[in-house]
C-alpha cells in the first residue's frame, strides 16, 4: 500500500459525497414514505407496515451477496462498480415515488416491487462505498476524518430533505394540499434522483484506492466463526445497530410526533427533523477532535449517556414545544458526535480481524454489519408503525385519540432511551484505541508477523 499520499480535502469532499447522495433518497424514504403511503396514497396501514418490514429485510439480505462478490475482486475495482450502479441506483429511486393510476391493491403491489429493487441497488452500491474507507487509508485517524466528511454529506443530505421536502413538493404540485402531495412527489423524487447519480460518479470517479489488497479465498462456512471471533467487529455491531434504532425512531416518528402529541402540521415536523440534522452535523465537526483527547470508546460512552438522559427529559414534559425542542437538540447532538466514530470503528475492526486471521473479508464483514444496521432500521421502522396500528391511528381525522399520542411517545422517546442504555454495555467491550494504533502500526508486517502483532481480539 501507499501511503505517502492521503487523501486531498477535495477527494474527501468527493467521498462524503456519497452518503449525501446516499442519504438525498435514504431520508426522504425513512422521513416521509412512511407518511406518503399512508396519509398520500392512503393505503391500508398494516399492509404498509408489513410492506416495509418485508421489504427492507429482504433488501439486507442482499449486503452479504454482495459483500462476498466484492472480497472476490481486488480493492481497485470499488470505485468502477460505484460509477456503474450510479444510474440504477438514480432510476429506482425515482420509481419508488412514481403513483400509478391503479387500484388500492395494484398500488401496493407497485409500490412493494419499486421500493425493493431500489433497496437492492442501494445495498449493491453502498456496501460497495462502506468498503471504500478501508481502502483510502490504514491511519486510523484519517479514517476518523474520511468519516467525518461521509456524516456531514449525510447530514447535508438529511437536512436538506427535513427543511424542504413538503415546501418543495407542495410548490412542484400546485398545491399545500394532499392533491398537491400527490402530484409533487414524483418531479421531487425525479430532481434527487438526477443529484444522487451524479453525486455518485462523483465519487466513483475521484476517489483513490491505495490500499490495494488482494483477494483472499475463504469459504462461506467460516464467515460466521471468523467475524464471531472478532470481538471489536462485533461489538461495533451491536452499538451500531441500536444507533440505528434511534435514527430510525426519529425520522420516522418526527411528523406523527408534531402532528398529533404536539399539535401542530406536518410541516412542523420537518422543522424537527431539519433541527434533528443540524445539530447531528453541527456535533459533527468535533468528532476528530474530540475522539483525539477522549478516544472513540469513552466519547461514545459519553454521548450515549447524555442522549439518554435527554430522552429522560423529553419524557418529563412530552408536549411542551421549547421541552421538547431543547431536549431533542441535545440527543440530536450526540447521535451526530458518535456518527463519524462508528464508521471509523467499522474500518478499524474490520483490520484487526484481518490481522488476526490473516484473511481479507472487508467486503462481507462490512457487509453483514449493513445488513445489522438494517435489520435494526427495519424491525423499528416496522415497530413504530404498528405503534401507529396498536394507537388506532386514522389519517383521516384532524384529531386522535389519546392512545395514538402515547404510543407515538412510546415510539419516539422510550425506544431511544433505552436503545442508548443498551449501546454502552457494547461499547464497552470495543478496544481501546492503544489496541488500534498497534495494528495500524503492524500494517507493514508480513502475514504471519501481523497475526503475532494483533494478538487475541
Known amino acids: 500500500m501507499n501511503e505517502s499520499q492521503q487523501p486531498s480535502v477535495w ?42 418490514l418485508v421489504v427492507r429485510v429482504i433488501d ?18 470499488i470505485p468502477r462498480i460505484i460509477r456503474f450502479l450510479a444510474i440504477p441506483f438514480g432510476l429506482t429511486a425515482f420509481l419508488t415515488f412514481l403513483p400509478i393510476a391503479a387500484d388500492p391493491w395494484l398500488t401496493l403491489v407497485w409500490a412493494s416491487v419499486s421500493y425493493l429493487a431500489f433497496g437492492a441497488v442501494y445495498a449493491a452500491i453502498n456496501t ?16 476518523v476524518s474520511l468519516s467525518v466528511y461521509r456524516m456531514v454529506g449525510c447530514q447535508v443530505g438529511v437536512f436538506f430533505i427535513a427543511s424542504c421536502t413538503l415546501p418543495l413538493v407542495h410548490w412542484l404540485g400546485g398545491a399545500n394540499d394532499v ?30 484506492v491505495r490500499n490495494f489488497s488482494q483477494p ?8 460466521p466463526k471468523l467475524l464471531m471471533r472478532n470481538t471489536a467487529w462485533r461489538s461495533c455491531t451491536a452499538a451500531f445497530a441500536l444507533y440505528f434504532v434511534n435514527i430510525s425512531a426519529y425520522v420516522s416518528m418526527a411528523i406523527f410526533y408534531a402532528k398529533v402529541v404536539l399539535g401542530r402540521d406536518a410541516e412542523f415536523g420537518g422543522v424537527m427533523l431539519s433541527l434533528f440534522t443540524f445539530a447531528a452535523m453541527f456535533s459533527m465537526l468535533f468528532a476528530s477532535r474530540v475522539t483525539r483527547r477522549l478516544g472513540k470508546r469513552t466519547t461514545l460512552q459519553v454521548s450515549n449517556t447524555i442522549q439518554g438522559m435527554a430522552m429522560v427529559g423529553v419524557l418529563c414534559a412530552p408536549h411542551c414545544v421549547p421541552v421538547v425542542l431543547v431536549m431533542f437538540s441535545i440527543a440530536s447532538f450526540t447521535l451526530g458526535l458518535g456518527s463519524p466514530i462508528y464508521y471509523a470503528m467499522v474500518s478499524d475492526s474490520i ?6 486471521s490473516g484473511v481479507r473479508m472487508a467486503g462481507m464483514a462490512y457487509a453483514i454489519n449493513s445488513l445489522a444496521m438494517k435489520l435494526a432500521y427495519a424491525a423499528t421502522g416496522s415497530l413504530v408503525a404498528s405503534f401507529l396500528t396498536f394507537g388506532g391511528y386514522d389519517p383521516s381525522l384532524t384529531e386522535q385519540a389519546k392512545e395514538v399520542g402515547q404510543w407515538i411517545i412510546i415510539g419516539f422517546v422510550g425506544l431511544p432511551a433505552v436503545s442508548c442504555l443498551l449501546s454502552l454495555v457494547f461499547i464497552r467491550r470495543y478496544p481501546d484505541d492503544r489496541k488500534i494504533s498497534h495494528v495500524s502500526l503492524a500494517q507493514s508486517l508480513p502475514n504471519e508477523e501481523r497475526r503475532q502483532a494483533a494478538g487475541p481480539l
Open 179 to 208: 392533491t398537491g402531495e400527490r402530484t409533487g412527489f414524483a418531479p421531487f423524487a425525479a430532481i434527487l434522483a438526477a443529484m444522487a447519480t451524479l453525486l455518485w460518479l462523483a465519487t466513483g470517479s475521484v476517489c483513490k
Open 11 to 52: 477527494e474527501k469532499v468527493c467521498y462524503g459525497s456519497g452518503d449525501l447522495a446516499s442519504n438525498l433518497m435514504w431520508a426522504t424514504c425513512g422521513s416521509y414514505l412512511l407518511y406518503y403511503y399512508t396519509d398520500i396514497l392512503r393505503l391500508d396501514l398494516a399492509a404498509i407496515t408489513f410492506l416495509l
Open 60 to 77: 439486507a439480505f442482499v449486503d452479504p451477496v454482495v459483500g462476498y462478490f466484492l472480497d472476490k475482486r481486488s480493492g481497485a475495482t
Open 128 to 143: 460497495s462505498y462502506g468498503v471504500l474507507n478501508n481502502l483510502m487509508s490504514q491511519d486510523a485517524q484519517v479514517r
Open 351 to 356: 483490520d484487526l480481524g484481518t490481522q488476526q
Open 216 to 223: 483472499t479465498p475463504y469459504r462461506l462456512l467460516d464467515v
